[in-house]
Structure formats: C-alpha cells, structure tokens
C-alpha cells in the first residue's frame, strides 16, 4: 500500500482526521426538533453490517483520519454496538472512538463500552427539568439518561460532553441549571444551536435563537472562551473559575463556522456525505469488502474535490436533509 497518511485534504485547504460514521437510521426518541412523529421506515433498512464498517474505518484510517464517531439515529439500538467499538478502536491509526446517544440505555451499557475502548462520550440532554425533556424527547427517561452519565464519570471516561439544541423554550426558561450542572462535573455542556431541515421550518422559525444571546449570557456571568487548538472543530468552549465543567456553543449560522469544518460523514447505507446539508453523496457499498482496499482509498480521495466551501443553511437550504437521523447528525 502506499503511504497515504493524512491525504484528505479539500480544496479549501481543510484537513480531514474525524469521520462521523452512521451506523442506523433507527431512533427511538421523537425529539421535536428531529423526527416528532416518531422514526418511519422508508426503502431498505440495510445498514452497514461490522465488517463493512470495519471496511470503512480502514479505509479512513489509511488517509489520516484518527478519529471516529459512531452516531445515528440512536447508535445504541444496535445489538452489534460493542463489536463495531471494539473493532474500531482496534484499528491502527485510529486513537478515538466517539459514541453520540440520546443516552436511553447507557446506564445498562456503558461499562461494556468503556471496556471494548470507547474514549470519547456525548449524551444528548435537551432538557434538565423532568416534564420539559419528556415534552423535547417523547420519553420520560432524564433520570435514567443522567445515571448513566454519571456512571461514564465514574467509570473515566477520558471525555464527556453532553449536547442540548438551544431552544427559544429553554432560554426562556433559564440557563441557570446547565451551568449549576456542570458545577462539579468534569463535562462540556454544549448547546448548539436548532438547524433547519427540510421537515421541521416551521418549529424552526418558532423555536431558534442565535448562540449570540447565549454568549451574552456566559459573558455577563464571567465565562471566557478557551482558546481553540488546531485540528479543533467548529465548536467554542467557555470556562468560569467556580465551575469544573464548560459550556459551549456550537453555532452553524455564525459567520465562518464552515471553515474550520475537520470532519466527513458516512450515512448508515455506506455513502460518503461530504456535507451534511449537501445532496445525496459517494456511494462506497459496492467496495466494502475484502480486496478492494485500495479502490475505496482512491475514490474517497477523489470524492473530496466536491466538498462544498460551506452549507447554504443562511439560504433556507438544507439540501436533501430532511431531518438530522437520517445521515447521522
Ligand atoms: N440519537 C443520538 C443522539 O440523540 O445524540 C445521535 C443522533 S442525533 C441526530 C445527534 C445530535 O443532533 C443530537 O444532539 C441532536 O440533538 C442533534 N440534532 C438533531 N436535529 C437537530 C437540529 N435540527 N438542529 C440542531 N441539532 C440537532
């Protein structure tokens, strides 16, 4: 083979070392933002079996990439969840393995997942008040979701970050909980903000607010951004002295946001999704198998010719996204 390392490069001059891999379209929360109604199942449901994604994560980490997160959907209704981790952190060349979950069965799992090598956590918590992350998510599940986080603490999980969509609702209603939650928690809190897709414009045009009014929150109160690293990604990260934790914000509409884009996606069915508000993507499935190792190097690399500068979310156009499940958010 070769040597390739760390070829992924776009024509903006932007890195590539983190790939977001959907490993299901399946979700079992009905958050409001994403999919209100419920999860439907529409054409073939095949996602990419263990060791297609083990054809994947090779592939990528022969072109540089170090980092890998496993999303969805919800990751976790995936029975083979800890054998797809355990094979990805096995991977030379990849040094993180990332899970993002709605957190409905963490408590029961995140032991054996912290065991097959996971370093990297995010749990999605949209709300800290009972009654209010019932009516976000459809499940009345927020005791269960922070156990199970609190059980990632325990058991050193190298990083845990929880993300909330900033909602007009929850502004509102106060920022006070998030920060006293992250009092003593060694957590990013990471509000970002609500994107539109092309199902949800109306709760859109209801319930976003800029990440704006939120720093003057965080400003007013004494939190100062932490100074970015290179290879970080879009997302800023504040801190208080009182506080163990952060919040952050990650906001997509703010100028630029794009150009500090380090990551690349592949959808549950084995496409190549250079953006996430982009249309359709590479289809890769047909060289996921054994043997054909250096053809799906060749067309990764050509596909990234085609990474856009940026998404056209200012425009109202979300591309062919239709909600955030659907290629893994
Ligand atoms: N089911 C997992 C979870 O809940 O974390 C992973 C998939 S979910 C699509 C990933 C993240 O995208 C969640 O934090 C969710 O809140 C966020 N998300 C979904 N739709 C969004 C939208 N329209 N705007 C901003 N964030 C969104």
Request: hydrophobic share 40%; with cysteine.
């Amino acid at each position: 083979m070769r040597a390739r390392m760390g070829r992924l490069v776009d024509g903006f001059g932007r890195r590539f070392r983190y790939l977001r891999l959907s490993v299901t379209e399946v979700c079992n929360y009905r958050c409001t933002y994403c999919l209100p109604d419920g999860f439907k199942k529409s054409g073939s449901m095949a996602s990419l079996t263990p060791d297609e994604i083990d054809c994947v994560v090779r592939a990528f980490a022969g072109l540089g990439v170090a980092k890998l997160r496993l999303t969805g959907g919800e990751p976790s209704v995936r029975r083979d969840l800890v054998e797809i981790i355990g094979r990805a952190a096995a991977t030379p060349g990849i040094d993180k393995v990332a899970v993002t979950t709605n957190g409905w069965n963490l408590k029961r799992n995140i032991q054996a997942w912290r065991e097959a090598g996971l370093t990297n956590l995010n749990v999605s918590i949209d709300a800290l008040e009972p009654a209010a992350f019932h009516r976000i998510t459809g499940r009345d599940q927020l005791g269960d979701v922070i156990a199970g986080l609190d059980l990632a603490l325990a058991l050193n999980m190298p990083t845990v970050k929880v993300n909330a969509v900033l909602l007009r609702d929850t502004v509102e209603t106060g920022l006070d909980a998030f920060a006293a939650f992250v009092r003593d928690r060694p957590i990013s809190f990471r509000f970002i903000e609500l994107m539109r897709t092309g199902d949800n414009a109306a709760y859109f045009d209801d319930q976003h607010v800029s990440g704006v009014d939120l720093q003057g929150w965080l400003a007013v109160r004494g939190w100062s951004p932490v100074p970015k690293a290179f290879d970080d990604g879009p997302a800023i990260d504040y801190a208080h002295p009182d506080y163990r934790g952060r919040i952050g914000l990650i906001a997509p509409y703010a100028p630029g946001f794009c150009d500090s884009c380090n990551r690349l996606r592949i959808t549950a069915k084995g496409a190549l999704r250079l953006c996430l508000f982009g249309e359709l993507g590479v289809d890769l499935r047909d060289l996921l198998i054994t043997g054909q190792e250096e053809a799906l190097r060749t067309r990764i690399e050509a596909a990234l010719v085609g990474k856009p500068a940026g998404h056209r979310l200012h425009e109202n156009d979300s591309g062919d996204t239709r909600q955030l499940a659907q290629f893994g958010g």
